[in-house]
Structures are given as structure tokens and as C-alpha cells.
């Protein structure tokens, strides 16, 4: 999974904003985000990370506007396999997308097992807490912002101990942060 999270462990203001990511320009995010999905072929969304990806993705290949490497970076979410997890919507149109109604350990276990490329995850920070109580996480990646916000939407809710896999310090201040569940520590 991968998420943008501020020094103080919040992926969202207290309102769900998130305007606080445009206040630092990362030109290594394009580049990190294309090699994320590249070496996927499914997304698991929650639902409200769903509608604004499936709002604006879709359109993206045919935006004269659009850079050429946007547009490659759009192909790439549009052709994977999408499954959603919600509880009130009622289907997902965007191309190779599914809605399931909760989260069944068993079949995401599964789905790990089958043949292909990584299974990613979106922001979507109430499903990696539900995933993660599961612990059916494999890999966190996380995009430190050098921002505090005092209140907002924590990324974990409850006890998680990570075990620290790679860092990367970008020119922009952000650390991309790579952590594997310490499965003995998670076991309380």
C-alpha cells in the first residue's frame, strides 16, 4: 500500500482535506507513483478513493491537455483489475472494476496467492486499517510529508509495530518510508 501521511501520522485534515500535499512540489512523485503501478495488475479502493479516482482517471488518455506521461500512467489504472470495498455503492463502472461488500480474509488471501503482478492499495486509509487488522498487508509504503496538522484522520487506529525495510530522503523533504509488518510485535 502506499500513502501520503504527515509527521504527525494523519492522511486527512479533520475534514477530509488534503490540500496540505500541494503545499510541497515532489518531482520524484510522478516517477515513484508510474514504478508503483507498473509492478501491479490490481487495486483495492475503498469507496470514496474509488469515486475520485474512477471521476477523473478514466478521461485522462484523451485529454489533449494532458502530458504523455499522465496519460501512460492513466492506461496503466484504467486496464488493471479494480475491486472496491463499500457497503453503499451500488456498482463501479469505471473498466475491470468490482464492488464487494466486505472484507473476507480468505479471499484476499486468495487473491494474493494467484498468479501475477502485486496487488496495490490507494489511500484508502479505512480499508488498510481494516486490511491491516487482518494483517493481510505485506508492504507499507508511506510519503512522509514534513507537515504537522495537529488534528485529522490517523492512518492506524490501533497498536501496529512496522519493521523498517528502506528509506528515501527526496530533494522536496518528503521520506518515502518502506516497512513490513512485524508480525511477532503485532501479536498482543
Given at each position: 500500500m ?8 494523519f492522511?486527512?485534515?479533520p475534514d477530509?482535506?488534503?490540500n496540505?500535499?500541494?503545499e ?7 516517477p ?21 479516482f ?21 492506461r496503466?489504472?484504467?486496464e ?22 466486505e472484507i473476507?480474509?480468505d ?6 496467492q494467484?498468479?501475477g503482478?502485486?496487488i ?5 486509509a ?7 487488522s487482518?494483517?493481510l ?5 508511506l510519503l ?8 485529522g484522520k ?5 497498536y ?6 528502506n528509506?528515501i530522503t ?19
Open positions: 502506499t500513502m501520503w501521511v504527515t509527521l504527525d501520522g492522511v486527512a485534515g477530509g482535506e488534503m496540505w500535499m500541494g510541497i512540489n515532489d518531482e520524484d512523485n510522478g515513484y507513483q508510474d514504478q508503483f503501478v507498473s509492478a501491479a495488475d490490481t487495486l483495492l479502493l475503498g469507496r470514496t478513493t474509488y469515486e475520485s474512477a471521476g477523473s482517471w478514466p478521461h485522462i488518455p484523451n485529454s489533449p491537455d494532458a502530458p504523455e506521461g499522465l496519460k501512460a500512467y492513466a496503466k489504472l484504467n488493471m483489475r479494480k475491486i472496491v470495498f463499500s457497503k453503499t455503492l451500488e456498482n463501479a463502472e469505471w473498466n475491470n472494476s468490482a464492488v464487494r461488500r473476507i480474509p479471499e484476499i488471501t486468495q487473491l494474493k494467484e498468479p503482478r502485486n496495490i492499495i490507494y489511500g484508502s479505512s480499508l488498510v486499517q481494516a486490511l491491516a487482518y494483517n498487508i505485506d508492504r507499507y509504503q512522509l510529508y514534513p507537515i504537522a496538522l495537529g488534528k490517523p492512518l492506524f487506529k490501533d501496529t509495530k512496522l519493521k523498517l525495510v528509506t527526496r530533494p522536496s523533504g518528503i521520506v518515502e518510508l518502506h516497512y513490513q509488518p512485524n508480525e511477532q510485535a503485532n501479536a498482543r
